[in-house]
């Protein structure tokens, strides 16, 4: 073969094979097993780490949330999907904050895959939303989480153990918020 043909040949299989090659991602969080472990930046809002019960303003893990049930949603800002589903998360919000049965034992908290901390105050912002999102700009926290697409609910029991552990996973929409409260605190008690 001629040398150009041969690195042709090469640029080609890098590109067709380095995927393949590229490292193992984990699986997406699977209900009943651990929530794999991570760190995230607190929110920069008094409110919103009284809000999760954080007493420091440094990295945080999902275990140190005050609740025994936390749903984290993995958004971004430019997903138009998440962008549909925020105004029905804000009623979600809303319902659990309302509610004395949720109200203090489920809390909620966004993170989004690869955004910046201006990319998560823009979305939050714009779409008013009242929990806390906070920004994964270098898809750390994604990456451990699986690579999921957005918008992505998991839900994890927050147990004496301080492991959570994942009690609900879906990609896509809520469809119906009151059966969905309703399935998570089941799932919680068990």
């Known amino acids: 073969m001629k040398p150009r043909i041969i690195t042709i040949v090469a640029v080609i299989s890098i590109f067709l094979f380095a995927p393949m090659n590229y490292g193992a991602t984990r699986p997406a969080p699977e209900v009943g097993r651990p929530l794999a472990a991570f760190k995230l930046p607190a929110p920069t809002i008094p409110a919103e780490r009284q809000y999760l019960g954080l007493s420091s303003t440094g990295p945080f893990t999902i275990s140190q949330v005050q609740a025994p049930v936390v749903i984290i949603e993995i958004f971004s800002m430019y997903c138009p999907y998440c962008q549909r589903e925020a105004p029905r998360l804000n009623d979600l919000y809303k319902k659990i904050e309302s509610s004395p049965q949720y109200k203090n034992k489920i809390k909620i908290l966004g993170i989004g895959a690869g955004n910046t901390p201006f990319e998560v105050n823009f979305f939050k912002k714009k779409f008013k939303v009242p929990f806390p999102l906070l920004p994964d700009?270098?898809?750390?926290?994604?990456k451990c989480l699986g690579e999921v697409r957005t918008p992505y609910f998991i839900v994890v029991s927050n147990s004496s153990s301080g492991v959570?552990?994942?009690?609900?996973?879906?990609?896509?929409k809520i469809k119906d918020l009151d059966?969905?409260?309703?399935?998570?605190?089941?799932?919680?008690?068990?």
């Open 179 to 190: 059966k969905f409260l309703e399935t998570i605190t089941n799932k919680s008690t068990k």
């Open 137 to 142: 700009k270098n898809f750390a926290v994604h």
């Open 164 to 172: 959570p552990k994942v009690i609900f996973s879906k990609l896509g």
